[in-house]
């Protein structure tokens, strides 16, 4: 049984944010492992612009050549959104702990996230500094410098933002998506 971080998302699209996120992860010594779980939708939206299949394969082909980083299809295979509580007690049958990695933006409306309680009870929040919010000390912070938002890359490609691996496919992806 492993320590794991599970980091989920949207990843719509995928930015080098988040890379720098999993890069920190990835040298923290309690954990052995990083799951990566893209949504098939976030429970608190309503539609996604990139198909969850997509996104998975962009973060499939970034992360590919990381040794204890692992890209899990679970919410993917769902067809539909996954509380986040459900991935957990998904994760919980193979691992023995998990950090829950959010970004500080999530802050806010955590409370909110469904059957939050148990949730708290069952995983230690890791969360990604951005935007210079202030992070309760309730809470272990991950420090990262990259302040990126995918609602605005997908506005308007900035392929600086991209992770090397994808970026042509994902710019292509949105620019026509952005045309329709």
Not at 91 to 111: C, F, M, P, Q, T
Not at 165 to 179: G, H, M, P, V
Request: proline letters at 4%; hydrophobic letters at 40%; one cysteine or more.
């Amino acid at each position: 049984m492993k320590t794991i971080a599970l980091f989920g998302g949207s990843f719509d699209p995928p930015h080098i944010g988040h890379m720098a996120i999993v890069e920190a992860l990835d040298k923290l010594k309690y954990i052995d492992e990083v799951i990566i779980m893209p949504t098939y939708l976030n429970p608190f939206k309503s539609s996604f612009s990139a198909p969850a299949e997509l996104r998975f394969e962009w973060l499939e082909d970034i992360f590919r050549e990381y040794e204890n980083i692992q890209i899990n299809r679970y919410e993917v295979s769902q067809n539909r959104a996954v509380p986040t509580l459900e991935s957990v007690e998904y994760l919980l049958k193979r691992y023995e702990k998990i950090y829950l990695v959010i970004g500080a933006d999530n802050l806010a409306s955590l409370e909110l996230w469904n059957n939050y309680e148990k949730l708290k009870a069952k995983v230690t929040f890791l969360v990604a500094s951005r935007d210079n919010i202030i992070i309760d000390e309730h809470f272990i912070q991950l420090k990262v410098d990259e302040n990126i938002s995918s609602t605005e890359l997908r506005e308007k490609i900035d392929s600086s933002k991209l992770p090397l691996e994808c970026a042509d496919q994902i710019k292509k992806f949105y620019k026509e998506y952005n045309e329709k």
